[in-house]
T-cell receptor, first 117, second 115 residues
């Protein structure tokens, strides 16, 4: 079955540090890949996505590139801020040959990011 | 449009009681999903609807769980004879189509505590 594995956390950084959160996946079809963020007390918010190999998703200074050869979708940001402190989830949605997708998301376990001033 | 709304935000119940949660999706979204999230884990898929039809159910959804989406609008998730293992955050999400193009919008969740 489909699965997503994220690097173990928590991750603690100083402001303006470089961030990488690793994500690898296993899927039988051609998944779309997502990063969601969950701020304290709030719901999951879509951060960025990529729907095919070599696509780069980007938003709010965060980037992730869909690497089919390494089945990875690592999240990066060049300079983190205190306001980036949150839980980050990597997820996939399976898309099968012919474009059929059931739409359900398979999530990783989440990575807690804490950024100190 | 205020996004996906879930009620209640918190529910504490005694073991063995029945509980019902409600989700109001974004009005133009035809798909609605339920997920369960336990502490320190990512959300796990429970079930989804396309309009009023329930198209898939996870093996996590035991026979004590039932979900409905009458008229393809709001949805309810009922848990009968609650157990302590049911304690979790229950998340609802909606999308127009499969969500792979435009993403999914999540509600803030209902936190269930079974004592």
């Amino acid at each position: 079955g489909d699965s997503v594995t994220q690097m173990e956390g928590p991750v603690t950084l100083s402001e303006e540090a470089f961030l990488t959160i690793n994500c690898t996946y296993t899927a039988t079809g051609y998944p779309s890949l997502f990063w969601y963020v969950q701020y304290p007390g709030e719901g999951l918010q879509l951060l960025l996505k990529a729907t095919k190999a070599d696509d780069k998703g980007s938003n709010k200074g965060f980037e992730a590139t869909y690497r089919k050869e390494t089945t990875s979708f690592h999240l990066e940001k060049g300079s983190v801020q205190v306001s980036d402190s949150a839980v980050y989830f990597c997820a996939l949605s399976e898309v099968y040959a012919g474009g059929t997708s059931y739409g359900k998301l398979t999530f990783g376990q989440g990575t807690i990011l804490t950024v100190h001033p | 449009d205020t996004g996906v709304s879930q009620n209640p935000r918190h529910k504490i119940t005694k073991r063995g009681q029945n509980v019902t949660f409600r989700c109001d999706p974004i009005s133009e979204h035809n798909r609605l999903y339920w997920y369960r999230q336990t502490l320190g884990q990512g959300p796990e898929f429970l079930t989804y609807f396309q309009n009023e039809a329930q198209l898939e159910k996870s093996r996590l959804l035991s026979d004590r769980f039932s979900a409905e989406r009458p008229k393809g609008s709001f949805s309810t998730l009922e848990i009968q004879r609650t157990e302590q293992g049911d304690s979790a955050m229950y998340l609802c999400a909606s999308s127009q189509g499969t969500g792979t193009l435009y993403g999914y919008t999540f509600g803030s969740g209902t936190r269930l505590t079974v004592v």
